[in-house]
Structure formats: C-alpha cells, structure tokens
C-alpha cells in the first residue's frame, strides 16, 4: 500500500480552509518580503509548496542543497519536477576540499562512529552551502508541519531568524505547518502532483542515502533519519536557530 493509496482519502476536516490560508501566506509572503527562495529537498511537502508556487505565479525561487550523497531516485525527481513545471532549480554544493579533508580525517563511514561525526559532516554538506543559498533574501520558504517532530510542533508560521549576518534571510516561513499527513496526500492526488518514488517505499523523511530508512507504520516520522542514533532531536541543523549547538564540531 502506498502513501496515497493509505493517507489521501483522509484529509483532515478543515483541509479546504487551510488551502485558502496557504495560498495567503505565500501572497502575504511576497508582498511583505523581497527575494524570497524555497529551499527544496523535494520531499512530498516541498514538491506541495513548489505546486503552489507554480499554480499561483509567484515570484519565489526554488533551490535545493546536493549534499552529492542524495538517492539517485531524488536528483531524477529533480529533473522531472524542472520538467513538470517548466522551472529551474538552483543547486547548491558543499566545499569539495572540506568534504575530502572530512573523509581523510574520518573515512567514508565516519557518520556511523559518533553523533558529533555525523553532524559534522551535516554541517559542511547542507549548513555551510545553505548560507550561501540564502545570501540575498529576505525570507526563506520550508515545507516543515508540526505533526512531524515533538521539536518542530512549537515552530510558527512565520519564524524569526535574527541573522547576525544582515545577507541572511529574516524570517523563516512554514506554509504547511498545520497540515496532516493526510492533507498532504490528499493534495498530492488531487493535483498530479510529483513526488519521489521512495515514498511509496515508507521513506517518510528523505535525506541523504546512509542517513535514511524507511519506516514501520506507527513509527516516528523521524525515525528513518540517522536510523543508528537513539537519542536527540533528529535535526541536522538546517531548521534550529542556533545551529551551532546541533554540529557540536570539535575545535581545530
């Protein structure tokens, strides 16, 4: 059974409600912001925004980060997405010299030996080329909902960010926040939207291939994430204010 075939037919009870109010968030997000970008993983809840996006014109950029350790069924969604609605996806690349200074210092496998290993190199795949991406605008676009995480379940809609760097984006904005697994679904059918095909696998939370598994029904969203580690928030970064608290990279 596939998440459509399982989720789709259960949108919550004010689904069409929270369609409007997406819809105004992301026109409220334009008129009051300037550039503004979506960072895309192309997980189900980016490939919605991005529909929204497409579907109602707006000028908002969409990127992704190719941490270069993505399933081969994610960089293929990409292009069919550029194709599907005629857009272009910027990519952004971690540091190819800290990348091989990493794996000369901790092998390959390093992420599997410690959690500060592994946020570590979460660091230079995904949070050193996010600042890059986000240089210039003012707001950033994320596909994260509450229902995901008991961390990301107190975020807001509209998120303060308070960058110390004035090139950083202000405020974070969670469109889909108080959506359901079902909504999610439930839209996805409606609107032939495209989405990865791991998915259909229980790959609920899609990020880089050794980092990813899927999941049981009734398991954490989370779960499939570092898989290998018990304890924590299950965050790389990307969505904690203080991200230098989760890379927790020891000092040179």
Request: charged share 25%; glycine share 6%.
């Amino acid at each position: 059974m596939t998440p459509i075939e399982l989720y789709s037919k259960k949108p919550s009870e004010f689904y069409e409600r929270k369609l409007l109010e997406t819809q105004e968030i992301l026109k409220n997000a334009v008129a009051e912001y300037g550039q503004i970008v979506q960072a895309t993983s192309l997980g189900v809840e980016d490939m919605v925004i991005t529909d929204f996006i497409h579907r109602l014109g707006l000028p908002i950029s969409i990127a992704m980060l190719d941490t270069k350790k993505l399933h081969q069924q994610t960089l293929d969604l990409k292009d069919q997405a550029k194709t599907h609605y005629n857009l272009e996806i910027k990519t952004y690349y971690p540091d190819e010299d800290q990348v091989a200074e990493y794996v000369k210092k901790n092998g390959e496998n390093g992420i599997f030996e410690s959690v500060e290993l592994r946020k570590e190199c979460c660091h230079i795949r995904k949070l050193v080329p996010l600042k890059v991406m986000l240089k210039g605008h003012e707001a950033w676009i994320t596909g994260l909902r509450r229902e995901q995480s008991n961390f990301r379940a107190n975020l807001q809609i509209v998120e303060q960010e308070n960058p110390s760097d004035a090139t950083q984006p202000k405020v974070k904005i969670n469109p889909l926040l108080d959506w359901t697994i079902g909504d999610i679904w439930h839209y996805v059918k409606e609107n032939n939207v495209p989405y990865n095909p791991l998915h259909d696998q229980f790959y609920v939370s899609i990020g880089c291939e050794p980092c990813t598994r899927a999941i049981a029904l009734g398991e954490d969203f989370r779960a499939g994430r570092w898989w290998w580690e018990q304890d924590g928030a299950k965050e790389c970064g990307l969505h904690v204010h203080d991200a230098s608290s989760l890379s927790n990279r020891p000092s040179k």
